[in-house]
């Protein structure tokens, strides 16, 4: 307890973190420090205020080995892995801090739970890839004893593009990266397309690609509550709280040239409890940013991107929120069952729910129409404006249909180039990322939790290589642009 | 997949004495005396908690391991003689039975399979009935390169899933029959993915426990493939009698379902 004591007072400076270091944070003069070991001292002794028995439960523990900041399905999708591939049984011990325990803004289950492996880059094909084995053989990475087995409700109905005459020959390029990494995808004309789909107007379709195999949809929530029924018996801590603040020591050093660099290390994180005042100094050893679309502003709480513009000190994380409008409708007469998930030219796309004839679909605004993602409110006029028009205009039966419900979530979305930040970040040597894929985390989160779990371990990428998606590209400018985004 | 644990973790069990801690002190309170068999078996285990759990695993690991073993690719068979006796050999092992062109049906008999297929190497398999076989998605492997396949009986195997008949694509060309009664982990999600065998024309999907509504499914089933002879749930099952129909019902004979 007198430990404690002084190291509120005094601070870990003393205990010895070698040469040349300095804290970050609060210095005080000696003056300050002395009235403040005074003060400590005074409460101590009987008749003071603090006592040495409080009780702590509903505060995370003081030490943890990774503090993962964000709950969702990547966050908790690196956890688990990280406890599946530790040398030893209970070797490590992670924390999950979440904000909202019942994930009501959170992007993983507002989704609308495609997974798909037609993209253009080999890697994202590849994440997809191994994610949709992992959701096959669910019921064996994530079974506890006792509970019952998980029901994705995978629906293997396919994704179906269509491309516009501008567009064919990339879609051409793109379905050959597609198959060579092993997508089962066809390519289908105008005329195979309208005998397939009788219900489609091929009007302004080039070419179509369609997905035969591991495409689909499934239920985004059932994933989420299976990691975390897994996780909890694998030993990880859960915490409801938010993330304040990062406390960090520099390292000032010179490259082999003679340019300065400075190197940081993260040591505590500040755990404010949900609707208290009271934080928790998690003292961590390495901390990963899975916080999906605030996860710009936990980069900003640990200090990445304050620098000069154009250094690497000065780059940011280039992720922020932005909203995007999910629509559920009825339309008696609209596709039957074998409908997949159709993306039109124009960025519009629908997929049919349950078999009611309802169907869910929506819009990715252009860079001028984004709507302001301050709030996570309905815009029911864009879906007349914007959506409607080009979904009846590609199914005639749409033009009769009535909306039932509408929900927003928000994609975290990565400014730069669309595709995710995985990996650690080159000046903060223990900070990795996990974040920014824009869209298609959900359908990524088993291969990229197990990437990051890798590269914390061993230290480099073992099964899936990531090196386009490092954090580093953003000061090289080397772009790993997602062609196909939904 | 999860590899099966290495050890058992079988700790001793450590003897607590008829008076230390709680349970020793319940014991003493208790008015029984000489507790039943079936008391004692229980906390047995109970004490031994993590081992049970340990033997458990290990038991359902076995399992797992059992199917997988089963569903194994034959690749030296198929390299050697061909797809369609690979084929027809995973079935038979499995205990279905295999029906060549121009052939009987073939079934494996007690003491194992006829040496007449070994001979059959460029006839074509017509016919497969897999009912009750423990096929799962890599054992269709083996199913799928037959690609003259006509007629394809999945009744009442507990391991074809929703993802399996996403992969019936294959055999669009050549499959005519396909039963799936009685599969318990078929549900309308799969179904949705027959659209693409337009040459079928007798599809069974009766008796399918994980399909959520069958009257409905049957009907969408059959808008989804026009050709095809769907047998399956009565379109009525499931409909509740309107008020009339109820009264009228109730005094003449019931309908046959």
């Not at chain 1, 959701?135 to 109905?157: G, H, K």
């Not at chain 1, 749409?398 to 927003?408: D, G, I, N, Y």
Request: proline share 6%.
């Amino acid at each position: 307890m007198l430990r404690r004591a002084l190291r509120l007072g005094l601070g870990p400076g003393l205990l010895g973190r070698g040469l040349g270091t300095h804290r970050e944070g609060s210095t005080l003069a000696w003056d300050g420090k002395v009235s403040e070991i005074k003060k400590k001292i005074q409460s101590i002794l009987p008749g003071g205020a603090w006592s040495p028995l409080c009780d702590t439960s509903h505060l995370p523990p003081e030490h943890s080995d990774v503090v993962i900041v964000g709950g969702g399905v990547l966050g908790l999708s690196v956890a688990y892995w990280l406890k599946r591939l530790e040398k030893q049984q209970g070797a490590i011990r992670v924390l999950v801090v979440e904000r909202d325990h019942t994930y009501s803004q959170a992007s993983t289950v507002l989704s609308v739970g495609g997974i798909r492996q037609q993209f253009s880059l080999p890697e994202n094909i590849q994440l997809s890839l191994f994610s949709v084995e992992f959701l096959r053989n669910i019921n064996e990475y994530l079974a506890v004893v006792d509970d019952p087995p998980l029901d994705l409700q995978f629906n293997p109905s396919g994704y179906l593009f269509l491309a516009s005459e501008e567009g064919a020959t990339i879609m051409e390029n793109n379905v050959k990266v597609q198959r060579q990494e092993g997508a089962k995808v066809c390519l289908m004309s105008p005329e195979q397309l309208q005998k397939k789909f009788p219900w489609i107007n091929t009007e302004g379709v080039a070419l179509a690609s369609y997905g035969l195999e591991n495409e689909g949809w499934f239920d985004p929530w059932c994933l989420l509550q299976g990691l975390r029924r897994k996780v909890q018996s694998m030993g990880v801590l859960f915490c409801h709280g938010e993330v304040t603040r990062f406390v960090s020591s520099s390292n000032h050093m010179e490259t082999t040239s003679g340019e300065k660099v400075t190197l940081r290390r993260i040591h505590e994180v500040h755990v404010k409890v949900d609707r208290s005042q009271e934080y928790q100094p998690v003292e961590c050893a390495i901390v990963v940013i899975a916080a999906g679309a605030w996860s710009g502003q936990i980069a900003e709480l640990a200090g990445i991107g304050k620098g000069p513009p154009g250094t690497l000190q000065g780059t940011r994380l280039p992720v922020e929120p932005r909203k995007r409008y999910v629509y559920l409708w009825h339309c008696p007469q609209g596709p039957g069952l074998e409908a997949p998930l159709v993306a039109d030219p124009s960025g519009a796309y629908f997929r049919r729910e349950g078999l009611g004839n309802n169907y869910l679909g929506g819009y990715s605004p252009t860079e001028e129409e984004e709507p302001d993602p301050g709030n996570l409110e309905v815009d029911h006029d864009f879906f007349q404006e914007k959506v409607w028009p080009h979904l009846a205009r590609r199914v005639p039966a749409f033009e009769t249909l009535k909306v039932r419900r509408a929900w927003a979530g928000y994609y975290d979305y990565n400014t730069f180039d669309q595709n995710g930040v995985v990996g650690p970040h080159p000046l903060v040597v223990n900070m990795y990322f996990a974040t920014g894929f824009s869209g298609h985390g959900l359908q990524q989160a088993p291969a990229v939790g197990r990437a990051v779990a890798e590269v914390m371990l061993e230290g480099r990428f073992q099964t899936i290589d990531l090196s386009p998606f490092l954090f580093s590209r953003f000061y090289l400018g080397e772009k790993a642009q997602e062609h196909c985004i939904i | 997949m999860a590899a099966p644990r290495a050890s058992l973790r079988l700790v001793a069990p450590v003897w607590n004495g008829g008076t230390s801690g709680i349970r020793g002190l319940s014991r003493a309170v208790d008015p029984e005396g000489s507790p039943r068999k079936g008391r004692t078996l229980l906390r047995f285990l109970a004490d031994r908690f993590y081992d049970v759990e340990a033997v458990r695993e290990y038991l359902l690991q076995k399992q797992v391991l059992k199917v997988l073993q089963k569903n194994r690719s034959f690749t030296y068979i198929k390299e050697r003689y061909g797809p369609y006796v690979a084929g027809a050999y995973f079935i038979l092992k499995q205990g279905g039975a295999v029906k060549f062109q121009d052939k009987e049906w073939m079934r494996p008999n007690g003491r194992g399979l006829s040496g007449e297929l070994w001979k059959l190497r460029e006839v074509p398999v017509e016919a497969v009935d897999a009912s009750g076989c423990a096929i799962n998605y890599q054992g269709l492997d083996n199913l799928l390169a037959l690609k003259e396949l006509q007629s394809l009986s999945l009744q009442c195997c507990p391991h074809v899933d929703d993802w399996c008949l996403s992969r019936l694509h294959q055999l669009a060309n050549s499959l005519r029959e396909l039963s799936l009664a009685g599969c318990p982990r078929i549900s309308e999600r799969g179904l949705a993915c027959l659209h693409h065998l337009q040459n079928l024309r007798r599809l069974d999907i009766s008796d399918l426990p994980a399909v959520s509504n069958p009257g409905l499914t049957q009907i969408l089933v059959e808008e989804m493939l026009p050709n095809c002879e769907v047998l399956g749930a009565d379109w009525a099952q499931g409909l509740k009698l309107g008020p009339e129909e109820q009264t009228r019902d109730t005094a003449s004979s019931p309908i046959p379902a």
